[in-house]
Structure formats: C-alpha cells, structure tokens
C-alpha cells in the first residue's frame, strides 16, 4: 500500500472507531434502563418464584362445608373424625389422575384411621366421558364398591379414555371388582345416575369449585393436584 494510501485511510479507521464506541455506549444506556425501568413495572426483570407454591386457603363458611359431609357420592372413615377431606374430582381428568396414584394413596396410609374422607363428582364438559364415568362409579357404589371403582378407573385412565366407546372395558371393571354384571350394565344403560353427577356439579359450583381435583378440608379449600405436603400441613393443624 503506498504512503499517500495510508495517509488517507487512517482518519477513515478513526472515523470508524469513533461512531462504533459512540453506538456501543448508547446501546449500553438502553439496556441499563429497560433494566431499571422493568424493576419499577415487574415487566422486565421480575423476583423469582418460588415453585410448587399451592393458592391459600380460602375457608367455606360452616353451612357451606355442612352442606358437603352429607351430600357426597360415597364416605369413609370416622364420621366423628376431627378432620374432614372433601373432594370434588373428574375421572377423566389428568391431574385427578395424579392425584389419586400419588398423593391420595400416601394420605390414606397415614392419616386413613384418623379422617372421614367424602367424595363428589365434578365432571367437566370437555372429558368426553367424564360424565359416564361418573355415573359408572356411582352404579359400582350401588353394590357397595364405590371405592374399588374409583381405584380401578383412575389406574387404568390413559387406558379407556383413548378409546372410542370405553363401555366394555367399565364391564370388564365390574367384574374384576365382583359386580353383578347384569345390575351394573342396567344402571349405566338407563342413566339412573346421570342427574345426580349433574346435581353434584351444581353444588360444586355452589361453593366455588370450577377446576378438579378441588378439595375442602375442615372447609379450607386446596385447588389442583398439591403434593402430599400441602394435605399434610392443613391436616396436621386440626390434629
């Protein structure tokens, strides 16, 4: 490169240099007060949460809870326990599902003896068989196995709710569990029960329930699959 080549471009690389600092200091201004204002606003930058955080209990009134203890689809445990688990659940659903395989098993073995636990039905309307579910449970109840039932269509969930008309397999479920057959397949062909899963729906929405699994203990309310430690904390202040 010959001397006069380089004489010229020297001022140009200064030049260069001086508007690539000016521009990399007005982006840093930028970035510095997005910051600052996403303190201010909770926009930008946000204090981390903390995880599996359960919503506070909101406690029903005492005539609300009432109304629950002698309304459900089945009961057990001691009716004179000091501490009361209601819940309103939907077989068909996922988290229901979880709850029951995870959390309720756990809570039976260590508290069962010491509770009365009282079920309602809360089927949702996009759970396809949500409803007939329902229904079928209370069918299996009506000869007293309301809770193998119960036990039977959750484990086997992912199961009969893929399919296109899971009626066989409830049979199937019947007999496993010792049902009359012939009993159980009028009952849920009739829809002997299908009011009343809709009338416990109601009284659910009566009391704030609009997601399963919704549980009330003592009348304090627990909202989606909680791990065992938040039924843990609740139970333990009334024992």
Not at 68 to 85: E, F, M, N, S, Y
């Amino acid at each position: 490169m010959s001397e006069n080549s380089k004489n010229y471009m020297t001022p140009v690389l200064i030049v260069l240099l001086v508007v690539a600092a000016f521009a990399l200091g007005s982006m840093w201004t930028k970035v510095k007060s997005l910051e600052g204002n996403g303190a201010k606003t909770g926009t930008i930058t946000q204090a981390p949460q903390a995880p599996n955080q359960p919503p506070p209990a909101v406690p029903l009134t005492e005539e609300q809870f009432k109304g629950l203890l002698t309304t459900g689809v089945a009961a057990k445990g001691k009716t004179d326990a000091k501490v009361t688990i209601v819940e309103f659940s939907d077989f068909q659903c996922p988290y229901c599902g979880k709850y029951s395989t995870d959390t309720y098993p756990q809570l039976m073995k260590d508290y069962g003896s010491k509770i009365q636990y009282i079920f309602h039905d809360y089927p949702l309307s996009f759970h396809q068989f949500a409803q007939k579910t329902a229904e079928v449970a209370r069918c299996a109840n009506e000869q007293g196995k309301f809770w193998q039932m119960h036990d039977l269509l959750y484990k086997n969930q992912a199961t009969w709710s893929a399919k296109t008309d899971p009626t066989a397999d409830f049979t199937a479920y019947a007999g496993t569990i010792g049902l009359n057959k012939s009993q159980f397949n009028s009952c849920l062909s009739t829809g002997k029960y299908t009011q009343a899963v809709k009338d416990d729906a109601a009284l659910g929405n009566q009391v704030g329930v609009d997601g399963t699994p919704a549980f009330f203990i003592n009348g304090e309310r627990l909202v989606g699959a909680q791990p065992y430690e938040s039924f843990k904390a609740v139970i333990d202040k009334y024992l």
